[in-house]
């Protein structure tokens, strides 16, 4: 990060944060973080367009700024705000990510955002209480996803720790470890669906020119 140093203003934000490769951004993820904006009474959802997923494969994943510049393209005129600033920290597992982001903007209150397909298999995470206790987690339902998530390791053990959307409205609701399940209308879209119908995509975005929305720094269109 070259010693640069990223601080929120002085007023308090409700934040929630969702990481993924965004290969590409599409619809589906901006209507789910609008939901889930609305429904925790959050002022923004930031997307966390990671370098490299570790439980991921790197075959078939585009370049760090096409997957940027898609999502900028699908957070236009709405309170999400795309930013690769897990490059610029340096992390690369999602707990070394929060507690950086929990220092940066110690202001900031955050909630962590994924959905139930992840949670099925969060066990697998570095660090997955760690994580928990970090700050509260939201688990959007999919289909298909709900069984395995529950009787998964991780969902059995933050299933002792319920809580209603509602619990964010109070400061002693932010505390962690805290599950607060929403449901939510299924979505179709797919990053999947999209790269096939149009294995090209990233090509749309070759070369442009892009500064971070929340680190305010150019970004680099070359970047893997």
């Not at 494969?57 to 997957?67: I, S």
């Not at 909630?111 to 997955?128: E, R, T, Y």
């Not at 299924?186 to 929340?214: H, M, Q, V, Y």
Request: hydrophobic share 40%; with cysteine.
């Amino acid at each position: 990060m070259g010693g640069a140093r990223h601080r929120a203003g002085p007023a308090l934000k409700k934040v929630a944060l969702l990481g993924g490769s965004f290969n590409p951004a599409h619809g589906g993820h901006r209507r789910i973080s609008l939901f889930a904006r609305r429904a925790l009474g959050l002022d923004e959802v930031w997307w966390l367009v990671s370098p490299g997923n570790p439980l991921k494969p790197k075959a078939g994943m585009a370049p760090l700024a096409a997957r940027l510049a898609s999502a900028l393209e699908q957070a236009r005129g709405v309170p999400i705000v795309p930013t690769q600033i897990e490059r610029e920290l340096g992390t690369r597992y999602t707990v070394d990510t929060l507690r950086a982001l929990k220092r940066c903007y110690p202001r900031n209150r955050f909630v962590w955002l994924m959905g139930s397909d992840n949670l099925a298999q969060f066990h697998q995470w570095k660090d997955w209480r760690r994580l928990a206790r970090a700050m509260p987690i939201a688990v959007i339902a999919r289909p298909g996803y709900d069984a395995s998530a529950r009787a998964s390791p991780a969902g059995a053990w933050l299933g002792r720790y319920r809580r209603s959307a509602a619990s964010l409205k109070h400061r002693a609701g932010w505390s962690a470890p805290a599950l607060i399940q929403l449901r939510f209308d299924p979505d179709p879209r797919s990053a999947t669906a999209i790269r096939r119908a149009d294995p090209e995509w990233a090509n749309r975005f070759a070369g442009k020119r892009l500064r971070d929305p929340l680190t305010h720094h150019p970004v680099d269109p070359d970047i893997a």
